[in-house]
């Protein structure tokens, strides 16, 4: 039996899906007895520092848990279960931590985009039965701005480099912790689950040639979600977002099976979008939380879901926060939600009145659950303009020109799926919401939805180099080149498609092995 630390703002779902994919089953803690009576205890923790203490604190969970720690039974920390171990951190500067281990949890200070988000390999520093049966040269799914600094150089099992070498993993006697998240990195994540459950005694040496490990481009797969009109859940496609073909919405399959199947491929992320969410209320009309349930059971890459996420008030004039909203995705398996509509309202009267409000959907999610689950989704379409003067907005000089010949643009943001343009461009909306606390851009181009004509690499670049958050590349897609155009044409951290895929046309398995000694990606047993 494996005991689980649930603090109430982590999504545990995931780490009790992979666990029990091993055969095992798991308790969820839900009182002090349930700590300081485990045999083998894992401590996911996602989110924010201090909110996480705050919690441990109140649930009076901190001083079993360092009677545990203290026991020498097994402990398999998850990312902010590591930072919890050490005396504080950079990220909460007057809440105090388990201190178990000296040193501290410092922010990365970087050229790089930060969070450092997505797939990265690992520097084994010393023998462990953790790494027992993997390569050593497998990549890690990551999501964090912050890492930790042991005092102690003996604790630290691997080490990882992103603008830093920091440290990613440690282990000394029974204590493991890491700063990736092994439920969300595929085969290797669940073969390092299963060494720490069936933990035995002998340390396997491992001789590997330490080497610098390198941050690997997504590809994401990207499943827009809507009922058809015979109520059906089905995954649709729009073309320039209109998903309506012969007066049918377009039907491309069942959510979880091509969840499944894309992650078979080698999809490095899932997203889910509920593009009928700004009109349907996500927690009742449309059974997203159960598609999402079904997909982490089986789908041990990161999953993000959007559409709908914003304050609401259903027909019984009950009344939902985002922070509600979001939640009930989080619990369902979600790591990463996504907001649309909401954030271009929320960006215009921040424009308006250069004031944070602290209430926005946006602030609500990033304070809870961290800027890295918080991902921004823009729905672009291009304005033609014969002269870059006096339009108020982020204009670029275009080589696509206009219908007119016109030779600048600017990015105008719409809400509703694109049904209604707004007064506010794409470059201002990602500074804005990255100011507010967004962990990362879905930039989707309206313009390019479903052409398979290749990314907006103007579009793209425009964003990225306004912002210091990731950006993932969406909309246009349309054979392996295109994925190589976007990662060197532009520093998007990732690219999304989703028409190819559906359509079988290519599959993620040829991006990879066409990019696979271009740029820098997570090989799975595809290529
Ligand atoms: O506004 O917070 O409720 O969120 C709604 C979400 O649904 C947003 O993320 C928005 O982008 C999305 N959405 C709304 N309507 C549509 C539509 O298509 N009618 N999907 C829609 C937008 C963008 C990507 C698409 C890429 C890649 N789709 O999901 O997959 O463009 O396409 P391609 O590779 O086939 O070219 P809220």
């Known amino acids: 039996m494996i005991t689980l630390l649930d603090y109430g703002a982590g999504n545990v779902r995931s780490v009790i899906n992979a666990i029990e994919s091993i055969g095992e089953n798991v308790k969820v803690v839900t009182d002090v007895d349930d700590i300081l009576s485990a045999e083998k205890l894992v401590f996911p923790g996602v989110g924010n520092f201090g909110s996480m203490m705050r919690i441990l604190y109140q649930k009076q969970y901190v001083d079993p848990l360092k009677d545990y720690l203290r026991s020498g039974r097994p402990f398999f920390g998850i990312c902010l279960g590591l930072h919890a171990l050490f005396e504080k951190s950079e990220e909460a500067p007057d809440t105090s931590g388990f201190g178990f281990f000296s040193g501290q949890v410092k922010k990365f200070d970087i050229d790089l985009s930060v969070p450092h988000i997505g797939w990265n390999g690992v520097n084994i520093k010393k023998p462990s039965q953790t790494f027992n049966g993997l390569r050593g040269d497998e990549k890690f799914y990551f999501v964090h701005s912050f890492y930790v600094e042991p005092e ?3 604790v630290v099992l691997t080490t990882t480099n992103y603008g830093v070498e920091f440290v990613s993993s440690i282990q000394t006697g029974s204590i493991t912790a890491t700063q990736f998240h092994p439920e969300k990195s595929g085969d290797a994540g669940i073969k390092l689950l299963k060494n720490f459950i069936q933990s ?21 797969a990207c499943l827009d979600v809507r009922s058809n009109d015979q109520g059906d859940l089905v995954v649709t496609k729009g073309d320039q977002y209109d998903v309506r073909e012969n007066g049918d919405v377009r039907n491309l399959g069942k959510p979880v099976e091509l969840a499944e199947r894309y992650y078979r491929e080698g999809a490095d992320e899932i997203t889910f979008l509920n593009i009928t969410g700004f009109r349907d209320f996500p927690l009742e009309d449309i059974p997203m939380l159960s598609v ?4 982490s059971e089986h789908v041990f890459v990161p999953l993000t879901t959007g559409g709908g996420i914003q304050d609401y008030t259903d027909q019984k004039g009950r009344t939902y926060t985002a922070l509600e909203v979001a939640s009930a995705y989080f619990r369902s398996g979600a790591d ?3 907001i649309g509509s909401d954030a271009v309202l929320i960006a215009e009267d921040y424009v308006k009145t250069g004031k944070m409000t602290g209430k926005s959907s946006i602030e609500q999610i990033s304070e809870v ?18 002269s870059p003067d006096n339009v108020g907005h982020h204009v670029i000089k275009t080589d696509i020109k206009g219908p007119n010949g016109e030779g600048y643009c600017w990015y105008q943001c719409t809400i509703k799926g694109g049904r209604e ?16 606390g967004a962990g990362e851009i879905l930039l989707n181009c309206i313009d390019k939805d479903g052409t398979n004509s290749g990314y907006d690499i103007e579009l793209v670049n425009a964003v990225k180099n ?25 520093k998007a951290e990732s690219a999304l498609a989703a028409g190819i895929f559906h359509r079988k046309e290519v599959p993620i398995a040829a991006v990879k092995n066409y990019l696979k000694d271009k740029v820098e990606i997570r090989l799975t047993n595809n290529n």
């Open 152 to 154: 102690d150089n003996a």
């Open 200 to 220: 035995r005694r002998e340390q396997i040496a491992l001789s590997y040639v330490s080497h610098e490990t390198r941050l690997a481009k997504r590809i994401i």
């Open 292 to 295: 999402l349930k079904r997909t």
């Open 336 to 338: 990463k939600i996504s």
């Open 369 to 386: 659950y961290g800027a890295q689950a918080v991902v921004v989704s823009i729905d672009p379409r291009r304005v033609y303009l014969s």
């Open 421 to 436: 343009g707004r007064n506010l461009d794409a470059v201002t909306l990602a500074q804005v919401c990255e100011k507010l």
């Open 466 to 490: 306004a912002v210091t958050i990731p950006v993932i590349a969406s909309s246009g897609a349309g054979c392996v080149e295109h994925f190589y155009d976007v990662f060197t044409k532009t």
